[in-house]
């Protein structure tokens, strides 16, 4: 039977002083990714903590002191394993064993033997490391005979005489191996090397974009940190994306979901104050980002995923050249096992299912709740009771469930329920479906459109009585009753009264367009600035597509201009799309004039697709007035 194992060193701010937890966690590798991810499913389980010392008792060379450190974990995980072997029924202990189908571990503790300063997969040298050529894979059998040698000279020569008078073998050395005894030395069927796994997580958000490329591309900014810092300030909201109120350069400690989001506007915060060839090496690393999320893969996606990571490796030469000199070399682990993710990704599936990712909130409960409930003292042997009682509350509960017909059991919150600021990442779980809208924008239920789903607006508007003056005053809708009289004559629709400025219209605050259930999605919606298409609903084209901001959302009194089927939207628009700008490869658009108006008309919002993301055209050097409720009126290109 095939299994993961996943092992965390825990450090977050709930954790006082040093105090430090270690979860292991098991789960079977024939469970379904989508099961994986949801910690109420319990298709992972802990099954123990591994010791986390500082070893101050000892008062060796320093060296000694780290090889005891590593071999500390990787005695832990062998006792761990042993205990859940030897407890096992002899029946299910025939069909078990512990394999290691993949194990996915936040690196460098995937592989303790392996010194960090070499890729865990191949035994590229260091000094080469940066190189986009790929080595042959490490395989663990060679590895393990060098181990052995290596463990049995430190024994019989002491540790010191061993590391400083040269007494391990040359492929010892070449190999770059720590002498210690692996864990999973006596496993069988198991290529420990084969079975790492990447991890989107600490090894893409965390470490390649968060600790250097962001680093990289603020040093390479015009201004630098301050710079950067007004730009992220200044940024445009949109419902999907966290805003940096403070910047990014004075935050320490970031979160996964910050890094996602930092993400998804780095490009366009770079953009015309950077060199070219910087924008273009960020580009790849957000691009390899985004290919590694996919939950499924064809060969197609590989290509571009691989392409991502050459685009990078064929711009980096910016950040070691003058003028800039912000690197000497890119001998880095995590930027070169990104050249291990497609290969992996062929033989073991998408990375997204080894990502730590998944048991991100698995912590909440395993390490943070646990400690929580414990007085400080002895913290370890107190989770682990707690948890134990947790358990057996939970089975006992479930079994009351089975056997008592209408019993409901208090059981223990599931951390599917439980949100802590601290996480460093978020579940890709699908989201709950939404809570029921009100009836009005303040409250009720929801109308949906007539016959497609495209949207869904309140039942009772929230302004039901707005006239033409104040709509075109107070929304910046100038021309509020000029499109509405084309409108009409293009719909021919012959009012009972002509619209003046006295005549009212019911006007709503939200506009809802449902999407595809993704788990970046969030359920609260807000509109402002919309790609929508002039012409028939459903027949929609690339082509066609048009960059708008709404400024109202309305409907016609049935009274005055009949059942007309749905409500209308005041848009503004910008000029159609053209060719992507090089380098950041996204379309810039700039608000449309006609006759020295800015350009708007109205339309049904069933031609409106779904809100997008405008982010500004700093230029050089930003505008020090651009704020951020007042960047979308005083930027005139996005």
Known sequence: MPSETVAKQEHTARFSGDKQAWPVYLTVGNIHKETRRSPSSRATILIGYIPVTKLEIYSKAKEFVQEVEVQVPESGIRKTMQYVVENMPRALKMEFSPSFNEVPAVDPDQVKCDRNVRSKRCP???????????????????????????????????YDEVL???????????QNLRPINPFWADFPHCDIFFRMTPDILHELHNDVFGDHTVKWATKAMRGGEDEIDRRFRAMTPHPTLRHFSKGISLTSQWTGNERKNMEKVLLGVLANATDPAVQ????????????????????????KLDAAWAAFHANKQVFIDAPLKIRKHFDINKVHKMKHYVDSIRWKGT?????????ERLHIDIAKAGYKATNRVAYTRQMTTWLARQEAAYKFGTYLQWAVPGYIADLPNSSDDVDDGDDEGELPTPPPPPPPEPESDDGGELEDAPSVSVYRVAKKPAFPHLTAVIIATEFHAPDFLPNLDKFLESVSINPKIQPADNSTFPVYKRLTIPLPQLSEITSHVVNDTIPAVRGEAMKFTPKGLSVGRLRVIFRLPPEDYGQYPEPLAYVDWYKPLKVPVPNIRMHEVSLSSRNNRQNSSIIPVSHILRSCHLIPVFGRSMDPTWTLDRVLDKCKSF
Do not use: M, Q, W
């Not at 400083?164 to 070449?174: L, M, N, R, W």
């Open 124 to 158: 590229r040298s260091p000094r080469v490391r940066s190189c986009s050529r790929l080595n042959e894979s490490r395989r663990a059998r060679i590895a393990l005979d060098n181990l052995h040698l290596g463990h049995c000279l430190r024994t019989k020569f002491g």
């Open 280 to 303: 273009r090496a960020v580009a790849g690393v957000i691009d390899f980002i985004y290919y590694a999320h996919f939950e499924t893969h064809c060969d197609e996606s590989l290509a």
């Open 351 to 359: 990375a997204d299912g080894f990502s730590t990712e998944n048991t």
């Open 164 to 174: 400083y008078d040269s007494k391990f073998p040359v492929e010892f050395v070449d």
